[in-house]
C-alpha cells in the first residue's frame, strides 16, 4: 500500500529554510505508555473522591463555610478541566455525544484516559507494522555543541496519542493552579484554626500537594517547548529532579506562609491577597492596552470576538494562579501571536522573585509579632526562619537548574551569572542586562558554562 505523506501545519517548520541546510533522517520515533495520562487521571479521580468525601463530613457537622469553598474550589476546577479538554480535543465541532456527557457529569478525564488506553493497545498490537498516513516532522537538535536539523516520520496513531498527552498536561496545569492550590491553602487554614487533622482532611491535601507539585513541574517543562518550539528537547532524570526539589520548596513555602499570615489576620488579610491577585491578572492587560495593538485572532477559526475573549481571560486567570503561589516560568504577552514572550527574560524572573521574597518576608513578620494563639506548641521565630530558608534553598536551585541543568542553555547570551554579575556589581553597562534574549547567531550558541 501506498504511503501517505503530509507535512503538519507546526510553527516551526519552515520549509524553505530546511531545504538550505542539512537534514539528517532521524529514527522513527516510538509509542510509549502513558504513564503521564494514567497519573494525571489518578489525581484528578483521588483529589476529587477526597474532596466531595470532606464536603460530606463538613455538612454532617454542620460547618456550612467549611463546605461550601471545599466545594467551590472543587467545583471550579473541575468545570475548567472539561472545558480545557474540549477546547484541545475540538469536541464541539464533532459528533461524539458520550465523550460530551461524560463532560458533563464531571468525568471527562476518565473517559479520555480510556481513549488514550485504547489507542496505545492498538498501537502495541501492530507494532512492526507500518502506517500509511504518515507526517513528516523537523525539529532542531544539538549534537555536541552543534546544531542539526533532524527529519522523521510521526505515524497519525503516535501523533493522536501525542495529542492526548499534550492535552493531559495542560489539564494537569488547570487542576493544580486554579484547585488544588486555593484547597490545599484552605485545608491547612481550617486545620490550623480547628487544631484537628481528620484522615479524610490529609488525604485530600496530600492529593492536592502531588497534583500541585506535579503542575509546576510540567509548567516548567511546557515553558521550555514553548519558548524552543524549533529544537528537540531532552529533559535527563536530574534535571527532572533539580526541577521538582526547586518547585516543591518554593510552593510548600509559599503556601506555609499564606496560611499562617491569613491564620494571624483573619479576614484583614482578605484585602492584602486579593490586590496581589489581581495586580498579576491586569499587568498583562495594561500592557496590552498600552501596546495599543488588537486582539488576536489566530487561537481558533471559529471563534467570535467574545469567544477570543473569555479564552483570553480564562489563559490570564491560570497566568495569574499560577504566578501567585510560584513563578510560571513564561511571560504572557497578549500582543504576541504566540501569547507569550519567548525570550528569556532574566529580569523578569529576577523581580518575580525579589518581590516574591520580600513578600514572604513581610508576611512571617506579621506571623511572628501577631500569631500569639496560631501555633502554641510551636516556636513562631523558628518556623519563620525555616520558612524563609527553605523558600531561599528553592532560589538556590533555581539557580542550579538554569546555570549548569537547562537543556538549551548553550542558547543563552547571558546566563545567571552575567545577571547577577550585571545587577550587584555594576561593572558592565545596564543596556546590556535589558535585552537578555536568546540569539540564533553562530557566535552565540557556544557554552557558557
Known amino acids: 500500500m501506498d504511503r501517505v505523506y503530509e507535512m503538519p501545519e507546526e510553527p516551526n517548520v519552515d520549509p524553505i529554510s530546511s531545504l538550505e541546510e542539512d537534514v539528517i533522517r532521524g529514527a522513527n520515533p516510538r509509542f510509549t505508555f502513558p504513564f503521564g495520562i494514567l497519573f494525571s487521571t489518578f489525581l484528578y479521580c483521588g483529589e476529587a473522591a477526597s474532596a466531595l468525601y470532606m464536603v460530606r463530613i463538613y455538612r454532617k457537622n454542620s460547618e456550612t463555610y467549611w463546605m461550601a469553598y471545599t466545594l467551590s474550589f472543587f467545583m471550579f476546577s473541575s468545570i475548567m478541566v ?71 516520520e510521526v505515524g497519525h496513531s503516535i501523533r493522536t496519542l501525542a495529542m492526548h498527552r499534550n492535552a493531559y498536561k495542560r489539564m494537569s496545569q488547570i487542576q493544580a493552579f486554579l484547585g488544588s492550590v486555593p484547597q490545599l491553602t484552605y485545608q491547612l487554614y481550617v486545620t490550623l484554626i480547628s487544631a484537628e487533622v481528620p484522615l479524610g482532611r490529609v488525604v485530600l491535601m496530600v492529593f492536592s500537594l502531588i497534583s500541585v507539585t506535579y503542575g509546576a513541574t510540567l509548567c516548567n517543562m511546557l515553558a521550555i517547548q514553548i519558548k524552543y518550539d524549533e529544537y528537540k528537547i531532552r529533559l535527563g532524570p536530574l534535571e527532572v529532579l533539580c526541577i521538582t526539589i526547586w518547585r516543591t520548596l518554593e510552593i510548600t513555602s509559599r ?84 501569547l507569550v514572550e519567548k525570550g528569556q527574560n532574566w529580569g523578569h524572573m529576577g523581580l518575580h522573585y525579589s518581590v516574591r521574597l520580600v513578600e514572604n518576608v513581610i508576611m512571617v513578620l506579621v506571623f511572628k509579632l501577631f500569631g500569639v494563639k496560631v501555633l502554641l506548641n510551636y516556636c513562631h521565630s523558628l518556623i519563620a526562619l525555616q520558612l524563609i530558608i527553605a523558600y531561599l534553598i528553592s532560589i538556590g536551585f533555581m539557580l542550579l537548574f538554569f546555570q549548569y541543568l537547562h537543556p538549551l542553555r548553550s542558547l543563552f547570551t547571558h546566563n545567571i551569572v552575567d545577571y547577577l554579575h550585571c545587577v550587584c556589581c555594576h561593572r558592565h553597562p545596564r543596556s546590556r542586562v535589558e535585552n537578555l534574549e536568546p540569539s540564533f547567531d553562530a557566535e552565540a550558541r557556544q557554552s557558557v558554562v
Not at 105 to 121: D, Q, S
Request: glycine share 4%; with cysteine.
Open 82 to 152: 472539561q472545558l480545557t479538554l474540549i477546547f484541545v480535543h475540538r469536541d464541539l465541532a464533532k459528533d461524539k455525544p458520550l465523550s460530551l456527557f461524560m463532560h458533563l457529569i464531571l468525568l471527562g478525564p476518565v473517559i479520555r484516559c480510556l481513549e488514550a488506553m485504547i489507542k496505545y493497545l492498538t498501537l502495541w498490537k501492530k507494532e512492526g507494522q507500518e502506517e500509511p498516513y504518515v507526517s513528516l516532522t523537523r525539529k532542531k537538535m544539538l549534537i555536541n555543541g552543534e546544531e542539526v536539523l533532524i527529519e522523521w
Open 255 to 338: 503556601l506555609l506562609i499564606l496560611v499562617l499570615f491569613s491564620a494571624t489576620l483573619k479576614l484583614k488579610a482578605l484585602p492584602f491577597l486579593l490586590l496581589n491577585f489581581l495586580i498579576i491578572f491586569f499587568e498583562p492587560w495594561v500592557k496590552f492596552w498600552r501596546s495599543g495593538a488588537q486582539m488576536p485572532n489566530n487561537i481558533e477559526k471559529n471563534f467570535s470576538q467574545v469567544g477570543t475573549l473569555v479564552v483570553l481571560i480564562s489563559i490570564t486567570v491560570l497566568y495569574a494562579g499560577i504566578n501567585f503561589s510560584c513563578w510560571s516560568a513564561l511571560q504572557l504577552k497578549l500582543a504576541d501571536r504566540d
